[in-house]
């Protein structure tokens, strides 16, 4: 698996910006990917330290929409934390200050 092809990209909601204070952010990444994958691509696409990864797998649910049944997409969610000292830009605004 290419290193483009791991992390799809960032899991933006109230509590992944809380965590990013204290280092940790959430990813998107292809459900084929591993600990080991989604660590080195980050360290080498973000070139800092990963210090901790964790994984979340959501299953499908389904959801009912009128008489139609289906079901919503699996995604699978890498928890990351960074080594003591490092920090992430994942906005542009963030590196003009």
């Known amino acids: 698996m290419h290193l ?18 204290n280092g940790i952010y959430t990813f998107s990444v292809n459900r084929k990917a591993n600990k080991t994958h989604i ?5 080498q696409i973000f070139e800092v330290k990963v210090e901790k990864v964790n994984i979340v797998n959501n299953k499908p649910k389904t ?3 009128g008489r139609f049944v289906g079901k919503t997409s699996a995604v699978k969610k ?10 992430l830009s ?3 605004d963030e590196q003009s200050k």
């Open 4 to 21: 483009s092809e791991v992390i799809k990209g960032p899991v933006l909601t109230e509590k992944t910006y809380a965590q990013m204070a």
């Open 39 to 43: 660590r080195k691509a980050f360290e």
């Open 63 to 65: 959801k009912t929409v």
């Open 78 to 87: 890498a928890v990351i934390k960074l080594a003591a000292g490092e920090q």
């Open 90 to 92: 994942l906005f542009s």
